[in-house]
């Protein structure tokens, strides 16, 4: 391909992105597929002479498509969203294009000042305390990893790092092995599960601070875990607090942690993965109060802030990689022709849509509310048994016309309903919730005869 044809599969290539995501919703959300289906579609071995750019883009709709879950269809509402824009897919283009390892500063200067800046922009657009930023004094600032997964690992084992240096100052004779067998780190019994995969990557132990009635961690529970700790001769170092768990999005309470964990020279990361996004909306930063009792705070522009993956802020000089692309340029991009009022627009948008959807579910008696709804996710469930619940899910995910994940709450089955996709509009809310009684209204009649 020179650079002629590039221009003509090029332009190509765009009408059929924008053709995909104009008609997405046309498209079953998940595929009907069983695991494996791919293999026997394609050759066992690459091609020895060149294929045509053709029949590779017939084989996008005869061996991808099929099998693709479609995360920005109007009526994908599992997990939370996978941001995406149009400015991020053109910037995501032209970093393809430049094609820089962001190794240093010399090995391109933009890449590496621009990410930085960006981070700025970030970091005041959310209020964070000077000490975030890196324009005022050089000592703040972070970088773009790749998942929040990433975030926490840096921060497990910058906490790590400074416990031992700590420990040792004090006590030279103490090694580092016989330190890190005393360390202990602390996380919601809420927190994803990549926080408890940071521990054992760093090779400390974890323990999981039981939540309260709104699945948030309280300083009265997690001071007594540490004092507990303390007096069996362990060293407290870690506590990561969420805001915007994974099964319901609660948010632990920083303005009481916060102190506690500075009292006790525990580094506190805070993981607002997804809830980090909404905190540009004034009516939301409150969510984010004591945030300056942090060590370190990541949230993923790439969930909720119309900025494609792969793109997770962490405020803190930390990452895995020596090299990085040139992330930073999605950003710009976003920011700029979007503008701080727009990506505000877009998070009430959503949260409006979760609220519609949540009146819905309270104006039916059958099913129940789980957890309160604060941003864009929905928990809810029938009025029953767990096993009536799965049923329900298992009845959405086989129609393949709404796609739904669950979660466990107080030891109860309970369906997740997250806002997702950037073209979700009410009128899909409502298509979505005719869809889901109307499965409910045959499940229970079926039900009623064989005693459910």
Known sequence: MDAA????????????????????????VYPDLEPGYLRSLIPNE?????????????DVERVIMPGVTHWHSPYFFAY?????????????????????????????????ELETV??????????????????????????????????????????RCK???????????????????????????????????????????????????????R??????????DKAAGLIPFYFCATLGTTPSCAFDHLTELGPLCNEENMWMH??????GSAFVCPEFRPLLNGVEFADSFNFNPHKWLLVNFDSAIVKQHWQIPLGRRFRSLKMWFVFRMYGLKGLQAHIRKQVALAKEFESLVRADKRFEICAEVVLGLVCFRLKGSNELN?????RITKSREIHLVPCQLSGRFVLRFAICARSTESHHIQQAWQHITQLTFELLQECQAKDF
């Open 219 to 228: 300083k009265e529970m997690l001071k007594k875990m540490v004092e507990e």
């Open 5 to 28: 044809e590039f221009r003509r599969r090029g332009k190509e290539m765009v009408d059929y992105v924008a053709d995909y995501l104009e008609n997405i919703e046309k498209r079953p």
């Open 270 to 275: 805070i993981d607002a993965a997804y809830a």
């Open 390 to 394: 799965q049923e329900l899910l298992k």
């Open 46 to 58: 690459a091609p020895l002479e060149p294929e045509s750019y053709e029949d590779i883009i017939k």
């Open 163 to 217: 416990a031992v240096r700590r420990v040792q100052a004090i006590n030279a004779k103490k090694s580092e092995s016989e330190i890190l067998s005393k360390l202990v780190a602390y996380t919601s019994d809420q927190a994803h599960s990549s926080v408890e995969r940071a521990a054992l990557i760093g090779a400390v132990m974890m323990r999981k601070v039981p939540t309260d009635n709104h699945y948030a961690v």
């Open 80 to 112: 939370f969203p996978a941001a995406s824009s149009y400015p991020a897919m053109v910037a995501d283009m032209l970093c393809g294009a430049i094609g820089c390892i962001g190794f240093s500063w010399a090995a391109s200067p933009a890449c590496t």
């Open 118 to 159: 960006m981070l700025d922009w970030l970091g005041k657009m959310l209020q964070l305390p000077e000490c975030f930023i890196a324009g005022t004094h050089g000592r703040g600032g972070g970088v773009i990893q790749g998942t929040a997964s990433e975030a926490t690992l840096m921060s497990l084992l910058a906490a």
